[in-house]
């Protein structure tokens, strides 16, 4: 690869702290073993994939088990650990903090923290909080105070509020529509247009936001109050609501998935992602190569790697290696 190093919007840390507590309750996140994180690993692994700097994020299950307070004191742990690996090594790595949904209360108080005292670069959502999409009212208080600060938002799926179905694995397909229904709810709820300066980052490609893009559209139509907006997006893509997400590409830079996403995604709104630890460093090489041999004009090539990124994270723009 040649030009900038890239930023990876979409890496996942495990704080030893929160690892064991999940050993102790017997947590397998998407279905898959708890996989093992170090700073030192995490570092190795960049360097060996042209990727300058990790935005670190928690990953499903996050922190919420049916106790607030517990949720909360986890947050804490969980982004001060964050902070100190970002305050250790700022030009590698960055981090989306945690919060307690569907603890609203206790949610605010967390994201206030971390964007003020720990300089956090940005909030990570799981797309369903006990079966409540983000669209839902009872979140309009979080996404009140995030559309005033400006913030960046990714969204990670999480468990369908669902029966698993035996033998399928939730990362396998049950990821995907988690993600797909968290921006279909923002769209219907209205929350795209009411918490415009929200700057939403939907992992892997969008699920299936990409791929099912008119029966999005088609169902706004069916809402009074976004018909117009679908009408808008049908006449001309480039003003479909659609292209306000911002995408990563994180298990999706493919021949299958890329025609989609790049049909649909505004171009200066993907970003590159790997989804290590959770995803082994083989298949990320595997994607890696297929993303690489994509036929893509170099600058947009140059956007997804890193552009793109420090646009969102401006504080990166110098950090080039």
Partial sequence: MTGP????THQHIIPPGYARWMHEKRVRPGGLIMPSWSERSALKFMDRNDIQTG???????????????EARRWAREVNEYSAQVVAGRPERFGFFATVTLPDVEGALTEAGYALDT?????IALLANHDGRYLGDPDFEPLLEFLDERHAVVFIHPGELPAP???????????FLLDTTRAAISLILSGAMDKYSRIKFLLAHAGGFVPYIAFRILLTMLNNRELALTALAALADEKQSILRRFYYDIALSATPSALPSLLEVADP?????????PFAPAMAIGFLNMQYEHYPL?????????????????PRLKQSRG
């Fill in 118 to 122: 720990l300089h956090a670069d940005g």
């Fill in 55 to 69: 935005i670190l994020s928690l990953s499903t299950p996050g922190v919420y088990f049916g106790d607030a307070m």
């Fill in 268 to 276: 200066g709104r993907i970003t590159y992602g790997s989804d290590f």
């Fill in 164 to 174: 698993a179905v035996p033998g399928i694995p939730t990362f396998a397909a049950d």
């Fill in 297 to 313: 004009e170099r600058s947009l090539r140059a956007a997804i790697d890193r552009g793109n990124a420090e646009v969102l994270f």
């Fill in 5 to 8: 190093r890239r930023i990876d």
